[in-house]
């Protein structure tokens, strides 16, 4: 069992699929804190349905990141928590928080990295033309959308795709393969040599069409 904090901005839908798993007894991780930026972000009812505590922080009440992100890190250390997981959280963290939490941060991004970093993945991997696209858990370093590689999950686009059909699959992609990232790490089967992460034991079943060597 892993006691774990989510830091949201926007819609939660991961958050959801990561509640939704563990309710239904197949991720054995304890989520004890869901801290958003923004005060109207929906993923904030999502949590408070199911029972978990809530806060919101304010960017904008910072002068610097680094101390918005000490204040992030001392609520989620006040509430226990060991991993961290980024679910559409739309800051940057700063070393502050990474010597904190050392590979001890997940986050998902809605593309087969390293193509397509950064905000939009989902239209600018449309717009490039790739015939395949997907979504990426990694732990989190210093930069942007470039720590070690956990679980990727792919999927198809065909020529009449619009951006919001890659969107929207990808999305279900997502919810899979979050929940299993953190399965894998709440098992301790996770080890990073270098870039890479060794998944030791069984590999996972994913259903298709993921991806995950
Ligand atoms: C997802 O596409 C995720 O990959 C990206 O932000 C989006 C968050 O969506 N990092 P949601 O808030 O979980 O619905």
């Known amino acids: 069992m892993v006691a774990a904090g989510a830091l ?51 960017h904008r009440g910072f002068a610097h990141r680094e101390d918005f992100d000490r204040a992030v890190v001392t609520v989620l250390r006040e509430a226990g928590v060991e991993l961290v997981l980024l679910a559409g959280f739309d800051r940057l963290l700063t070393p502050v928080f990474l010597e904190d939490f ?8 809605p593309a087969l990295l390293p193509s397509f970093k950064g905000l939009d993945a989902q239209r600018h991997a449309l717009e490039y033309g790739v015939k395949v696209a997907g979504a990426t858990v990694h732990f ?23 951006a919001d059909d890659v969107r929207r699959r990808i999305l279900a992609v997502e919810h899979e393969i979050y929940p299993l990232a953190i399965q894998l790490f709440a098992e301790g089967r996770l080890v990073v040599e270098g870039r890479r992460v060794i998944v030791r034991g069984p590999r996972p079943a994913l259903p298709p069409p993921l991806i995950h060597r």
Request: proline share 6%; with cysteine; charged share 20%.
């Open 102 to 109: 050392p590979l001890r941060i997940m986050n998902i991004h």
């Open 8 to 58: 949201i901005s926007g819609a939660g839908t991961n958050l959801q699929a990561i509640i939704d798993r563990i309710a239904d007894g197949r991720l054995a991780c304890a989520l004890r804190l869901v801290v958003s930026n923004r005060a109207g972000a929906p993923g904030l009812a999502r949590a408070e349905a199911a029972g978990i505590p809530t806060r919101v922080i304010d």
């Open 140 to 162: 989190v370093d210093q930069d942007a959308d470039h720590g070690p590689i956990i679980v990727q999950g792919a999927v198809a686009i065909g020529p009449e795709d619009t």
